[in-house]
């Protein structure tokens, strides 16, 4: 099952945690996706467990940008996608990737 949360950057902690009482698994797929289609994209993929903790990238002229969480096993096609992305030159571009202790991925970058 995936679940897929529009506009619910701010209650991330809550809906993680709402989540794991209900018996999802902490060790479930999540991914978290700001400012998508967009020069200041960013993306952060880890597991349900961390994502109550994820740290937003700092707003652009004060306002923050539009995301969504990504919650389930569909997260992990993403990665095997963008592998197949990189040895074809798709993907993203003109951007940083930071891997956290916990294995969490943050991306920042244009999508082409």
Excluded: C, F, H, Y
């Excluded at 902490?26 to 349900?48: E, H, I, K, N, R």
């Excluded at 990238?57 to 592998?83: R, Y």
């Excluded at 202790?101 to 244009?110: N, Q, T, V």
Aim: proline fraction near 5%; charged fraction near 15%.
């Amino acid at each position: 099952m995936t679940l897929v949360v529009l506009m619910g950057l701010g209650q991330r902690q809550g809906i993680a945690a709402a989540l794991r009482d209900r018996g999802w698994a902490p060790t479930t797929p999540a991914a978290v996706v700001v400012g998508a289609a967009t020069a200041a994209a960013w993306t952060w993929t880890g597991t349900l467990a961390g994502l109550g903790e994820v740290k937003l990238p700092t707003p652009v002229a004060g306002e923050p940008a539009p995301g969504m969480l990504v919650i389930g096993d569909v997260v992990t096609v993403a990665a095997e996608v963008e592998a197949l992305r990189r040895g074809t030159g798709a993907g993203v571009t003109g951007g940083a990737s930071a891997v956290d202790d916990a294995g969490a991925e943050a991306k920042s970058g244009r999508v082409r």
